[in-house]
Each structure stands twice: as structure tokens, then as C-alpha cells.
């Protein structure tokens, strides 16, 4: 299966900590995408890495990605109680239009 | 001002039922897709279109039947309903062109929890 694992699978900080997570893919790439889930909703994009980049921000968010690992990872800084949700890494498919989503990291920021 | 909408929000039907979910985006993308997310929040892509076009048909049973009237609509006709389609079915769109074009950003419908009893 190409599809990314995650890890961990579920991680509880507390606000103002940071919170990393981790995503692993197996095929070769174009970009990797990281996705947010709040509990009930549909999934809301975050940040686009191509892979010609090691590094991204937006905001309190920093994505960093290793394609000679097959790896990236999403950190949030200053983390808030509304952080809270599910968080899911997408790779395109090297072969195909598809996006393969991870497993997911579900994140428990309490305040 | 929606941006992805999906209808039904819930859907709680029989076995061997037929139902319908309809999906439309008003941000003016080529791509539409159908994913299937289970309890484990696995998250999987059924089909795509481009431009009313099937795209991608992943190995999803023939009782799933996407329909495209324009290119702001897909919609998702499920016949003879069984326990296992029982899930939370996501519409999404991107700018993604045309075949062979990258998967862009996808924007994502709030989903239809189905529930077939």
C-alpha cells in the first residue's frame, strides 16, 4: 500500500507546548500536503511542501520534508486549545492524479 | 458563501436501500473528488472528475455510481446499501486541470455520515 503512516497515532500537550508529528511515504512525490480534521468536519488544507523544498512556514506552523527519507514532519509552535483535531499528510502520487492521505495523528491540546 | 457543500449531513438508511449524495462547489474548479473515511479515519479516494470527466475509479463496487451534471456538481448514487458502506463520505475540489496534472490543494466538503442498519 502507498499509504503514509503517522506518528504518533495520538498526541496530548498542553497549550503553549509545542506538538510535532511525523509523516512517512513510501513512493517518490511531486508535493506533500498537510491537512487538518476537526472532530465532525471535513478536512481543511494547511500547508502545500513541493519537493524541492526541505522547509515551510505559515504562521505558528513549520513543515519540514526529507525525500531522501521519505519523510516530514509538521511542527506547531505555541500550541492552543483550538488546535485540537486530527492531522493528516497527503502525498501525490508519482503515477497518478491521486492523493494518499496518512493515518493520522489526532492531537489533544488541553488548556 | 460555501464553499464545498454536501447533502444530506446525515443519511440513516436500510440494507438493500439506494441513496443518493449530492455535492456542489462554488469555487469554480475543474476536479471534483469522492473519498470514503472509515471509523478508523482511514481516508480513501473513490473517483475523481475533471471537467465532467471520470478520472479516477478506484476499485470501488459498481453499486457506486458518480454522476457529473457540470462541472459544480458530483454527486454519489449508491445502489442495494450494505452494512459495510456504513462510513463518512467527503466531496472535494481542486484546481487540478487535467489528467496528468498534480493534485493541488484539495478543499473538502463537511461530509455525510452514512449509517445503513
Known amino acids: 500500500s502507498q499509504q503514509g503512516e503517522e506518528d504518533p497515532q495520538a498526541l496530548s500537550i498542553q497549550e503553549g507546548e509545542n506538538a510535532t508529528m511525523n509523516c512517512s511515504y513510501k513512493?517518490?512525490?511531486?508535493?506533500l500536503q498537510w491537512y487538518r480534521q476537526n472532530s465532525g468536519r471535513g478536512l481543511v488544507h494547511l500547508i502545500l511542501?513541493?519537493?524541492?523544498?526541505r522547509e515551510k512556514h505559515s504562521g505558528r506552523l513549520r513543515v519540514t520534508l526529507d525525500t531522501s527519507k521519505k519523510s516530514s514532519s509538521l511542527l506547531i509552535t505555541a500550541s492552543r486549545a483550538a488546535d485540537t483535531a486530527s492531522y493528516f499528510c497527503?502525498?501525490?502520487?508519482?503515477?497518478?492524479?491521486?492523493?494518499?492521505f496518512g493515518t493520522g495523528t489526532r492531537l489533544q491540546v488541553f488548556p | 458563501d460555501t464553499a464545498v457543500s454536501q447533502t444530506p449531513k446525515y443519511l440513516v438508511t436500510q440494507m438493500g436501500n439506494d441513496k443518493s449524495i449530492k455535492c456542489e462547489q462554488n469555487?469554480?474548479?475543474?476536479?471534483m473528488y469522492w473519498y470514503k473515511q472509515d471509523s478508523k479515519k482511514f481516508l480513501k479516494i473513490m473517483f475523481s472528475?475533471?471537467?465532467?470527466?471520470?478520472?479516477i475509479n478506484e476499485t470501488v463496487p459498481n453499486r457506486f455510481s458518480p454522476k457529473s451534471p457540470d462541472k459544480a456538481h458530483l454527486n454519489l448514487h449508491i445502489n442495494s446499501l450494505e452494512l459495510g458502506d456504513s462510513a463518512v463520505y467527503f466531496c472535494?475540489?481542486?484546481?487540478?486541470?487535467?489528467?496528468?496534472?498534480?493534485?493541488?490543494?484539495?478543499?473538502f466538503g463537511p461530509g455525510t455520515r452514512l449509517t445503513v442498519l
Open positions: 472528475y475533471n471537467n465532467k470527466e471520470l478520472i
Open positions: 511542501i513541493r519537493s524541492n523544498e
Open positions: 513512493t517518490s512525490i511531486n508535493n
Open positions: 469555487l469554480g474548479h475543474d476536479t
Open positions: 472535494a475540489s481542486s484546481h487540478a486541470t487535467a489528467p496528468g496534472l498534480r493534485p493541488d490543494t484539495q478543499y
Open positions: 497527503a502525498t501525490d502520487d508519482h503515477n497518478t492524479d491521486k492523493l494518499i
